[in-house]
């Protein structure tokens, strides 16, 4: 796939969620790739830095907000933090350590697919 495709990375440890992202995304041409740990995740972030991270918040390893610097440092365009937590303490602290948005999961996939074409968009 050519440079001009943006490039998704799912981190979430569910493969269910991650199978079901990875179909919806790839069909809107999107290049997706899968972490399912935090180590996994800093293996991107070190050399295959995405334009979209899609994260989970909890994973095996630990809080998937651990390794929203490291994809703000590499490039990367929005980290989007998905979540089952509907609170307001959890949305600030995903606010508050660089993620561009918070989302209830499951979020809805035409719902998703429109939001991620807003995060992506190049800034005027």
């Known amino acids: 796939m050519g440079d001009d495709v943006a490039h998704l990375l799912i981190v979430e440890d569910n493969d269910l969620v991650t199978g079901a992202l990875r179909v919806v995304f790839e069909s809107a041409g999107y ?26 918040l909890t994973l095996p390893d630990g809080d998937g907000l651990e390794v929203v610097d490291a994809f703000r440092g590499a490039g990367s365009r929005a980290i989007v933090a998905l979540t089952g937590r509907d609170d307001d303490d959890t949305r600030r602290r995903c606010l508050d350590a660089g993620c561009v948005d918070v989302l209830l999961k499951p979020v809805p996939v035409k719902e998703l697919l429109r939001r991620a074409a807003g995060w992506i968009a190049p800034t005027v």
């Open 31 to 56: 290049r997706v790739s899968t972490a399912a740990s935090l180590a996994e995740a800093r293996v991107f972030a070190a050399h295959d830095p995405a334009t979209l991270v899609l994260l989970d």
